[in-house]
């Protein structure tokens, strides 16, 4: 996520449409480190993620657009609104063996989606949420792109030093050792259905915010936001740029992210260049790309 | 007042009764064994203890208090540690770690402390590695310490269980099976680990196969058989008993 204007000298003619690619990076590197939480350091796949985001978007379109909120407020409400989310379905959820929470948690993001679909009078549905405002923080109002590209990279940026902040130290271990084996976290005295549901709540909360950001963005939110082909995006990002690791998600990230757009340049052989390349990664870094740095460092 | 105090405990499994209202009484500084031929509803039993299984009926009392049915985070802060009768550790923590995490919920509940690494956690942190250390010191896995504890052998496994048991310094100590399958020099090094720990005053409750160690540690042996305790002594009154000498030879 270099600086806009460095990246502006480098390509230029180009710069808004960089200065978009880069936003979006931002944007899900930050879901992706929220999302990461869950599956790379408690170790529960669940697949809800798209709903907690979806929430926490809707929420801040709405409240922008029909209750005039201010942006702080909208986001502010739209983190809780995720979080308190993941609180409710997370008690019934996480009760469930591992291989049902996927299912569980799969019919929560889907039933989410239908529900924002066909909810017309509230959400409405396919109509799409529009004219969504650009943010104002304090005054200073959000409207251009370098502005917006700023204000993704302080997102990312908070994101990030959360991310460090819980997977490491007590937290972090507290995690790993549910993840790793979990009666024998039980004899060490962790309650694991207690750190499951901070990993997963905290998550959701963030994934609310990131939400919020993207509906302020795009100013326009429709349903098809939240549907299953951003799991399997997330996905992607996760498990070849490396479950549990910041460096390897941010890597995922800027990669699928940037290089559907970079392609373009090719559009015959762009799917084509996409499919081998992930390929590529999962035959010779089947740990993730994360995987090839930390190979070279000492044992 | 026993350290633990165990009445009339019952499990059943689908009409099995794997554990008969069993009662044990276990004082403070005693290292006590269980016995019994396979499927006597030893570890059955541990598993009650600890709170992994509920039992059906009976009652736990650890230190005078009513514990039955607590779930197995609460006894173990409560002051109860075991090990796994098949080797457990966290094979992506590193070893040290493996350590370090079995006293850090004795510790501190504050998330935010947590969250903020406050100066008085890293300090209890600083005692926290210097505490592993020394035990890891003890057990002659010291040189591993920075390895992820999937790597080590199972004899080298089955060392850091137990020093990641002794922690949090647990009053009572529930030990499955500790010289299962390994080697002799570790088998000896197990018994001396155990005579230690007895001779600094903590209480020790045994699951062991191995007779040797068995009749050689222990100060009382209780004996199960299909979920009934069909005895209770001295290893040397245990040897002669002709109920045990039964139940595991048969008539």
Request: aromatic share 8%.
């Given at each position: ?18 200065l978009?690619i880069?936003v ?19 170790g ?22 029909e ?6 407020a ?38 989410t ?13 396919p109509?799409c949420?529009?004219?969504i ?21 302080a997102?990312?940026?908070v994101a990030?030093?959360?991310y460090?902040a819980l997977?490491t130290?007590?937290l ?8 790793d084996n979990e ?25 609310g ?14 349903p ?6 951003l799991?399997v ?29 970079v392609l373009?340049?090719?559009p015959?052989?762009r ?8 390929l ?13 740095f930390?190979?070279?460092?000492p044992? | ?13 689908l ?6 209202a069993v ?6 500084g ?25 039992s ?23 002051g ?29 509940e ?36 920075g ?20 922690m949090?310094?647990p ?11 390994v080697?002799p ?21 045994l699951v062991?196969?191995?007779m ?10 209780v ?22 000498i ?6």
């Open positions: 996520m270099g600086l806009p204007w460095i990246v502006a000298a480098a390509f230029p003619g180009q710069q808004r449409y960089l978009h880069l979006f990076t931002g944007l899900f590197a930050s879901l992706a480190l929220s999302y990461d939480l869950v599956v790379g350091h408690v529960s796949l669940s697949l809800a993620h798209p709903a907690f985001f979806g929430i926490g978007a809707y929420a801040a379109a709405l409240l922008a657009t209750a005039k909120w201010p942006f702080v909208g986001l502010a409400a739209a983190v809780l609104a995720a979080g308190a989310a993941a609180l409710l379905i997370g008690v019934p959820v996480f009760r469930l063996a591992e291989h049902s929470l996927a299912i569980g948690t799969l019919g929560f993001a889907m039933v989606h239908i529900v924002i679909l066909n909810w017309v009078d509230f959400t409405r549905g109509l949420v529009t004219s405002p650009r943010p104002s923080i304090a005054g200073l109002a959000i409207t251009t792109l370098p502005a917006y590209y700023w204000l993704t990279l997102a990312f940026a990030a030093v959360l460090r997977t130290f007590r972090g271990r507290a995690f790993h050792a549910v993840r009666p024998l976290a039980q004899a060490a005295g962790i309650n694991p259905l207690k750190y499951r549901m901070m990993a997963f709540s905290i998550g959701a909360a963030v994934a915010g990131v939400g919020a950001l993207y509906a302020h963005y795009l100013t326009v939110l429709c098809e936001e939240l549907t299953i082909s799991t995006t997330l996905l992607v990002i996760l498990f070849l740029g490396g479950v549990g690791s910041l460096r390897g998600i941010v890597i995922g990230a800027v990669l699928f992210t940037a290089l559907p757009e373009r340049v090719a015959t052989w799917l084509v260049i996409y499919g081998s390349l992930l590529a990664i999962v035959i010779r870094a089947p740990e993730g790309l994360d995987a090839l930390r190979r070279r460092a044992r | 007042m026993a350290l633990l105090e165990i009445r009339a405990l019952t499990k059943r499994f009409g099995v009764t794997a554990v008969d009662s044990l009484a276990i004082e403070r005693e290292l006590v064994s269980l016995i019994g031929p396979n499927g006597s509803g030893k570890t059955t039993l541990f598993n009650c203890i600890t709170g992994y299984l509920p059906d009926a009976g009652t736990i009392a650890f230190r005078g208090a009513d514990v039955t049915g607590a779930p197995p985070h609460r006894m173990s802060r409560l109860i540690g075991r090990t796994f009768q098949l080797v457990s550790v966290f094979p992506r923590l590193t070893v040290l770690e493996n350590l370090l995490v079995f006293l850090q919920q004795h510790q501190e504050s998330f935010f402390g947590r969250l903020v690494r406050s100066p008085r956690l890293r300090r209890l942190e600083t005692a926290a590695v210097e505490r592993a250390r020394s035990l890891l010191a003890l057990v002659g896995l010291g040189e591993r310490e390895m992820p504890a999937g790597n080590l052998s199972y004899g080298q496994r089955k060392l850091l269980a137990f020093a990641a048991a002794l949090p310094d009053e009572l100590i529930l030990l499955d099976e500790p010289a299962a399958a080697n020099t570790m088998i000896n090094q197990m018994k001396d680990h155990i005579r230690m720990l007895h001779a600094q005053g903590k209480t020790i409750l062991e196969h191995n040797e160690v068995v009749m050689d540690i222990s100060q009382r042996i004996v199960l058989d299909h979920g009934q305790k069909i005895a209770e002594g001295t290893p040397e009154a245990i040897r002669r008993n002709p109920d045990v039964e139940a595991y030879f048969g008539r």
